[in-house]
């Protein structure tokens, strides 16, 4: 018999194929805006990223619309990648961060949080753990070092250093980093 992970495996629906491979394609697009910031191809990364982002938004629209069709996975990843793409627009300085709203990006600094809580949140999935270092990361580190932490910010990271997502992952070095 087949054992240990039977509860990771589901069937795929055809939508939810459709979103995946969407989100593979959202992600590809990031990934070649990377690439093309460290080459110094400025305006390519920045077609890729608006191109990338105009993605997630798509697919968080189709996945909020019906979220009892998509898996908590699927769900997972599209809460992830809107919530990134938020939480770093977020940190553009107001200038810039005027540019990228107008050109569609949200620079929701609460709403990008939420989204990556709720990805934390599904504890099923994958992603859940990424949503949760991020966070930790975000707390733990870019808080401190903006001048932006708040007395509350211990307690939150030790509650997602708690947290289901991370409890497998609790004797790694960068969860020991974090603490």
């Known amino acids: 018999g ?4 039977g509860a990771a495996v589901e069937l ?19 990934m070649g805006a990377m690439m093309q910031l460290i080459l110094g191809s400025y305006l390519k990364a920045a077609w890729n990223l608006r191109t990338g982002w105009s993605l997630y938004s798509s697919l968080a629209r189709i996945v909020d619309a019906a979220p009892d069709q998509y898996s908590d996975h699927v769900k997972s990843l599209v809460e992830f990648g809107i919530g990134m793409f938020g939480l ?3 940190f553009l300085p107001p200038t810039y961060l005027t540019i990228a709203e107008l050109a569609g990006f949200s620079g929701d600094r609460k709403a990008a949080l939420a989204r990556l809580d709720v990805s934390r949140g599904r504890s ?4 859940s753990v990424m949503s949760c270092l991020l966070l930790l990361y975000y707390l733990t580190q870019i808080k401190p070092n903006l001048g932006i932490a708040s007395p509350d910010d211990g307690a939150a990271a030790a509650a997602l250093l708690g947290c289901e997502a991370a409890a497998p992952y609790g004797g790694s070095a960068l969860v020991v980093w974090m603490r």
Do not use: P, Q
């Open 124 to 127: 099923e999935a994958a992603w």
């Open 88 to 90: 770093v627009v977020s």
């Open 2 to 5: 087949g054992g240990g992970g």
């Open 12 to 30: 795929i629906t055809g939508e939810e194929s459709k979103v995946e491979m969407g989100l593979v394609r959202a992600d590809a697009h990031l």
